[in-house]
């Protein structure tokens, strides 16, 4: 049974330049959020989505942006990157019980 | 707001034990998770505590007291594969949301 996935693994642009990173959930989950994990610190919540509508939302701007699919598949939009957008980005994908949170490996985002 | 705190190291021996510490203080509490993380990789489910008290997992244990705003990770019989960044997180159910402290990372030594 495949695991959470994320594409791409890894992600190089520019300062501006816009991203889109990708998460499939564990089979049966309808649930996904989003973190970011800057270099040496905890993972930082973005966004949780479940059942196509979003439920909740962390500090971050307007440029940090997401949607999840009918097939609960989502995605993770960042518009005119900086520098300190660079970061491993995770996706977490969640079953109906508290404890059911894995996370996916990550796509490591490089801004230049 | 979210406070979460964990020591940013900790060095412990082959073999050995080591308690990795965790008190928060958050708005709104409905578990708290321990994750391990490898560097450059994703973080990995050890283990989940709602209610007060230990809960052991063979080498791993984790203690939680709601009334203190503290846990710990326990890590028995020291592996040199288990040097690794230990992550606590705070689940809220509102939201759903994990809200993490900075990571300890842990080295173990031969």
């Known amino acids: 049974d495949a695991g959470v996935t994320q594409s791409p693994t890894h992600l190089i642009k520019t300062r501006g330049q816009h991203v889109t990173l990708r998460c499939s959930p564990i089979?049966?989950?309808?649930?996904v959020s989003w973190y970011q994990q800057v270099l040496g610190q905890g993972p930082q919540f973005i966004f949780q989505?479940?059942?196509?509508?979003?439920?909740g939302r962390g500090n971050f701007p307007d440029r940090f942006s997401a949607r999840q699919f009918p097939n609960y598949s989502s995605e993770l939009n960042v518009n005119a990157l900086l520098l300190g957008d660079s970061a491993l980005y995770l996706c977490?994908?969640?079953?109906?019980?508290?404890?059911?949170?894995?996370f996916g490996p990550g796509t490591r985002l490089t801004v230049l | 707001g979210q406070n979460i705190d964990q020591p940013t190291e900790m060095t412990a021996t082959e073999g050995a034990i080591v308690q990795i510490n965790c008190t928060y203080q958050?708005?709104?509490?409905?578990?708290l998770f321990w994750y391990q993380q490898h560097a450059g990789e994703a973080p990995t489910f050890l283990s989940y505590?709602?209610?007060?008290g230990l809960e052991e997992k063979g080498r791993f244990s984790s203690f939680l007291s709601r009334s203190k705003g503290y846990s710990y990770l326990l890590l028995k019989e020291l592996q040199m594969k288990d040097s690794a960044s230990y992550l606590c997180?705070?689940?809220?159910?509102?939201?759903?949301?994990?809200?993490f402290g900075g990571g300890t990372r842990v080295l173990v030594k031969p």
């Open positions: 977490a994908s969640e079953g109906l019980a508290d404890n059911e949170q894995f």
């Open positions: 089979s049966g989950h309808k649930s």
């Open positions: 989505y479940y059942e196509k509508e979003e439920r």
């Open positions: 958050t708005s709104g509490f409905n578990g």
């Open positions: 505590n709602v209610l007060d």
């Open positions: 997180a705070v689940y809220k159910a509102a939201g759903n949301k994990l809200t």
